[in-house]
């Protein structure tokens, strides 16, 4: 059965820095493009990183750039994202993904609260 579980969500103050974690079991890890996501109150679920297989290439929401750093430990299977300079509109629900386009694979975490006030 595969499993992702986020940790490392929180209360921090606007400027402050978070580092969510995903643990994943269940699934050939280093063959999952990983993906972190976010969803706000009343607003969409939306791309906020991704990652490659081998984690040579990176991709972010133009909102995160420069703020967030997205990696990956194949060996331990995870994927993390380090969130710096936290601003109040970074406030929602982030959540892992994992996917394998070639065999429509799409699996998710169950999220982790993320809220950034004063």
């Known amino acids: 059965q595969v499993q992702l579980v986020e940790s490392g969500g929180g209360l921090v103050q606007p400027g402050g820095s978070l580092r969510l974690s995903c643990a994943t079991s269940?699934?050939?890890?280093?063959?999952?493009?990983m993906r972190w996501y976010r969803q706000a109150p009343g607003k969409e679920r939306e791309l906020v990183a991704g990652?490659?297989?081998?984690?040579?290439?990176?991709s972010y929401a133009d909102s995160v750039k420069g703020r967030f750093t997205i990696s990956r430990d194949n060996a331990k299977k995870m994927v993390f994202l380090q969130m710096n300079n936290l601003k109040p509109e970074d406030t929602a629900v982030y959540y892992c993904?994992?996917?394998?386009?070639?065999?429509?694979?799409?699996?998710w975490g169950q999220g982790t609260q993320v809220t950034v006030s004063s």
């Open positions: 993904n994992a996917v394998r386009v070639s065999v429509h694979h799409d699996y």
């Open positions: 990652i490659s297989t081998t984690g040579g290439v990176t």
């Open positions: 269940g699934l050939i890890f280093s063959t999952y493009v």
